[in-house]
């Protein structure tokens, strides 16, 4: 049976932030709930998203302070997202080709989750290696 995004997703519960929050609240939110990312949101709109990876590549590896460098100023704007209905080996594909590790998912135009390529089970990444082998040797 082939599973679906909401199968992959852990928990609803994300770690949302306005786009004028400080790197040091959005560590503090990630920490708070054991994620690796945060999305960043004006109202119901999403704005963006910034992950561990983000933080040290753009705030702590260029010696900015946490506490003046705002969630806007560094974050990634206008990720990809997913639907909850979408297949999992979707997401799985799209974190691939796009080089990244966290996907919103969004459900009649509202975050519902945030998926990690960790929360994919073995099925999706042998079928993504088997994909990608075939295309390899036809091409």
């Keep these: 049976m082939t599973r679906r995004i909401e199968d992959v997703m ?3 519960e994300v770690a949302i932030l306005p786009p004028s929050a400080t790197i040091h609240a959005a560590a503090q939110a990630m920490a708070s709930r054991n994620q690796c990312a945060v ?3 004006t109202t119901d709109r999403l704005d963006g998203i910034l992950t561990e990876q ?3 590549r753009r705030v702590v ?3 900015r302070d946490p506490d003046n460098v705002t969630l806007a100023e560094v974050m990634t704007p206008h990720p990809d997202t997913i639907s909850p209905t ?3 080996l979707k997401g799985l ?3 691939e080709d796009g080089g990244y590790r966290h996907l919103p998912v969004i459900h009649n135009e509202r975050v519902v989750g945030l998926i990690a390529r960790v929360d994919f089970i073995g099925e999706e990444k042998t079928e993504l290696e088997s994909e990608r082998h ?3 040797t036809i091409g």
């Design 134 to 136: 075939y295309w390899d």
């Design 61 to 63: 590896a260029k010696r």
């Design 93 to 95: 594909r799209m974190m």
């Design 54 to 56: 983000d933080m040290v």
């Design 86 to 88: 979408d297949p999992a």
């Design 39 to 41: 999305l960043i949101m």
């Design 10 to 12: 852990r928990g609803h």
